[in-house]
């Protein structure tokens, strides 16, 4: 007999201030409050190429209703955008180490880029990250695949559908070489038209993420129907295993 499930909504694609794209008001506990107000009860925090925002992140959910997945969005040399999420925050660090050793030290331009703030989980300000974070390391997308999936990952590339940093755009499809549960959508494309568009995503599952760079972009419309929020559980509904499901709601 399988255990209870329990139905979660979940962004997977969050931006803190952290990314120089983000709006400043991208601090955790703003995260945390837009989230719950929305209904949504699962995020992953994805920052370009770092990671250092997630704890406070999840410091700031705290005995709130809201289950916060460290992770990053890694910027491949293909110039493919990714996402690689986690259960803790050891994980999310050994994939830190790999990106700090390949992406350039170029200096961020405060002024052509933005800001790249490492906070409290209160939004205190705490430092600077001073090399720019939206290059792309030299890092393939198949070795950081691998690499997440050897972690206990969940990678998934994000918006495919989109010409800038998409999967598709660049590679024109999936290689098959690489281990992945889903792709993201964009939310400018529906699931139906996004496999008219692209026949050869016919077999992936996809998730759709407001990619949150403001506090108004968040969807939260990934429904999964799971025992609890943690990588493997997420999974399992991915691949429709266990009874787990995920859909996506309002396509």
Known sequence: MYPDLK????????????????GIEMIPPLIVQAAIETEISIIGITDHNHSANAKAVIKAALNLPL????????QTAEEVHCLCLFDTLEQVHLLQNLV???LPEVPNNVEFFGEQFIVDETGDFLTNEDRLLI????????DVCRFVNELGGLFIPAHVNREAFGLLSHLGFVPPTMDVPALEISRHISVADAYKKFPQISKYKLIQS???????DFLGINQLLIEKPSIEEIKLALSGSNSRKLSILNT
């Open 135 to 142: 290059n792309s390391a030299s890092i393939s997308i198949d």
């Open 67 to 74: 289950h916060v997945l460290p992770g990053m969005e890694v």
């Open 210 to 216: 407001g990619d949150v760079h403001f506090l108004d």
């Open 100 to 102: 700090d050793e390949h």
């Open 7 to 22: 139905t979660y909504r979940a962004e997977f694609h969050v931006h803190t201030v952290l990314s120089p794209c983000a």
